[in-house]
């Protein structure tokens, strides 16, 4: 059986670069630079595959220094970088398929008031408001990983995601907010239906 661990002295090569860049972002490197290199990260860097960039910086620290890389290790890396993608295609299939399957209770059958993809005065067009947080145990993935299904929509335009006890506030480019208030508005999540507007602007 192939093993997925590094040979221990390479192990402890790996973490000993691993402290000294730590050493490094805390007493030498300039923080103005830092600060430039970490938006470009956050910028260009999904949140949902941040944790693999690492992983992957990690290897080619690894091999710039000449420490081995077990095949078995850098195959089960790839396989995992594609988990997310096939995750969220079975939870949308299963929803579809429990829409199709539930039966239609009184309340489902009401009218829902259509959403306004369009701010009224007073509403920030770059920030929605979203009728779940934390109560509901939601964290920002969560949201993140709804707004992904959505046709059309681009993650990497969705900023910061603020998740307060019963709501929550998502931080978006103006010209994607319809689409999402539009595919969200209404729906059923964590077992309730959910409200997707726009926020209003702080005083």
Known sequence: MASHNLPSSDEKALIGHIKNLLQRIQYQEDPAEMDFLRRIYKKHVPIFRRSYFSALLLQELAKSNNLTMPAAFTGSLKKEKSRPEKIKKDKKAQREERKKD???????????????????????????????????????????????????????????????DNYSFVTVAEEIAPAIITALHGSEFRGRRITVNFARKKS
């Not at 489902?108 to 934390?134: H, M, Q, V, W, Y």
């Not at 993140?144 to 059309?152: K, P």
């Open 102 to 164: 539930a039966p239609k209770s009184s309340r489902e059958n009401r009218n829902i008031e259509a959403p306004c993809t369009t701010p009224a005065e007073g509403e920030d067009p770059n920030t929605l408001f979203i009728s779940i947080g934390k109560n509901r145990r939601v964290f920002p993935r969560d949201l993140l990983g709804l707004i992904s299904t959505i046709s059309g929509v681009d993650t990497e335009k969705v900023g910061d995601i603020r998740i307060l």
